[in-house]
């Protein structure tokens, strides 16, 4: 008897890796949060859901009923029982409870932006690092293995110089899911569709050092971005326009020719559950890093914040990060 205590004891103090699967806890109670981020979890084969944590307390009842796991009013009680974090919350309230959970330990998978606000994005990447917990950022796109080949593709070929993406959609159109997000209505596209170009735009032409930005009618943001090694990009962003003008691209051009990044339509479900697998491998590393973690989604909320100032101001804004990271 007490050699399997003893036993017990070590398998319960071995890395995640070594459990059969990993506990996480659903962070949200809307319809991004059921139809993809707990739908995921339902389905990994190596995660269980917990429960689920809302704000407003009927709707996260009847997310966890549909999910059938269990209603938390108690976010400290949902922290006590889980190993990670699955973020589906506006930016603010995301990057609170991110701050709060990574102390105590947790993975995190938030959503982008990590938030809209600088110094809120770097006290959450600080709070990972010092916590030493894997995180990501579900840049939807880079989950999906046809956009992973087209960037290993491009790594492979180099010589890129230019890009431009055009996101334009339009979330207040009859039955849209997104249509009544306040978060959305005050930020616009340049928050919520920003950071999908932009993940992709990073990698491809490099870093961000400077962005001027214009705007267009209701809520169009223009950019035009310089990256490294005198590289250039144009991003087009909208979550309003006529419905018969949605559509989205993105290439890349250079001495080699032109790239045209997968168009979709990619399923979310299946994006989300490529993150979860990455985060589970990630906590059972030694080195937790991935190309969409934290810090990466920080670098993204400096792209976007410098972007405002510079809509704001009407000025070129170079893009800084702290001495120190």
């Not at 010589?159 to 997000?181: H, M, Q």
């Not at 978060?183 to 490099?206: F, M, N, Q, T, V």
């Amino acid at each position: 008897m007490r050699l399997l205590r003893g036993l017990h004891n070590i398998l319960e103090k071995r890395p995640v890796h070594w459990r059969e699967r990993m506990r996480v806890g659903l962070i949200g109670s809307g319809y991004w949060a059921r139809t993809v981020h707990g739908a995921s979890v339902v389905q990994h084969p190596r995660a269980e859901l917990v429960g689920v944590w809302g704000r407003d307390a009927g709707r996260t009842a009847e997310t966890a009923a549909e999910l059938r796991t269990h209603p938390f009013s108690d976010l400290n009680a949902l922290l006590d029982g889980v190993e990670a974090l699955t973020f589906a919350v506006p930016p603010e309230v995301q990057a609170t409870i991110a701050l709060r959970a990574a102390a105590e330990g947790k993975h995190l998978l938030l959503e982008k932006p990590v938030a809209t606000d600088v110094d809120q994005a770097r006290r959450v990447e600080a709070a990972v690092e010092d916590a030493n917990v894997a995180s990501l950022v579900f840049f939807t796109r880079r989950f999906m293995a046809e956009t992973e080949d087209w960037l290993r593709r491009l790594a492979e070929v180099g010589g890129w110089e230019c890009g431009r993406a055009e996101s334009a959609a339009n979330i207040y159109s009859e039955g849209n899911p997104f249509g009544n997000s306040p978060w959305r209505k005050e930020k616009g596209g340049l928050w919520d569709i920003g950071p999908h170009a932009l993940s992709l735009l990073l990698p491809a032409l490099g870093d961000v050092t400077s962005v001027v930005a214009g705007g267009g009618r209701r809520d169009q943001v223009h950019l035009v971005l310089e990256h490294v090694d005198n590289r250039s990009s144009t991003v087009s962003l909208s979550l309003a326009v006529p419905q018969a003008a949605v559509g989205n691209s993105l290439y890349v051009y250079g001495e080699h020719g032109r790239e045209v990044a997968p168009p979709g339509p990619f399923d979310p479900v299946q994006a989300h559950l490529a993150a979860l697998d990455a985060l589970i491998e990630q906590a059972a590393a030694p080195e937790r890093h991935h190309p969409c973690d934290v810090h990466f989604g920080t670098r993204v909320v400096e792209v976007l914040s410098a972007a405002e100032e510079s809509l704001r101001d009407g000025r070129r804004v170079a893009v800084t990060r702290p001495e120190t990271r």
